[in-house]
C-alpha cells in the first residue's frame, strides 16, 4: 500500500508559476512510476506529467510540455511537479499517482491515488 499526499497548490496569476509536491509512504518508492492528472470542472481527469522510477525519463502532455517539469526525489520519497507560464486553463485539482508498470499515460494502470490539490489561475 501507497500513501499519497499533494501539497502546493493555490490561486496565481497567468504567467505565474507553482510548484507541486506529492508525498508518499508505504511500500518502497522508488518501486513505482509517478504521475500527475489533473481535472477541471465538468471534465475527465487527464494525463499531465509521468516520471520514470530512477527519474531519468519523463513524459508530459502536449498541452504543458515546455512549461511543467516533473522530477523524483526517491531519497525523499517525494514528487514534484514545477509550473511555470500557468494559464488560466491549468485551473483543475491535480493529482499524484504511482504506477507499479510502465504505464505512463493511461489512468486506469495507476494503482494509487492521493487526494489532489486545487490549483486556480486567474487571468
Known amino acids: 500500500q501507497v500513501q499519497l499526499v499533494e501539497s502546493g497548490g493555490g490561486l496565481v496569476q497567468a504567467g505565474g508559476s507553482l510548484r507541486l509536491s506529492c508525498a508518499a509512504s508505504?511500500?518502497?518508492?522508488?518501486?513505482?512510476?509517478m504521475g500527475w492528472f489533473r481535472q477541471a470542472p465538468g471534465k475527465e481527469r487527464e494525463f499531465v506529467a509521468a516520471?520514470?522510477?530512477?527519474?531519468?525519463?519523463?513524459y508530459y502532455a502536449a498541452s504543458v510540455k515546455g512549461r511543467f517539469t516533473i522530477s523524483r526525489d526517491n531519497a525523499k520519497n517525494t514528487v514534484y511537479l514545477q509550473m511555470n507560464s500557468l494559464k488560466p486553463e491549468d485551473t483543475a485539482v491535480y493529482y499524484c499517482?504511482?504506477?507499479?508498470?510502465?504505464?505512463?499515460?493511461?489512468?486506469?494502470?495507476?494503482?494509487?491515488w492521493g487526494q489532489g490539490t486545487q490549483v486556480t489561475v486567474s487571468s
Open positions: 508505504g511500500r518502497t518508492f522508488s518501486s513505482y512510476a
Open positions: 499517482a504511482a504506477n507499479s508498470g510502465d504505464y505512463y499515460y493511461i489512468r486506469e494502470r495507476y494503482d494509487y
Open positions: 516520471v520514470s522510477r530512477s527519474g531519468g525519463s519523463s
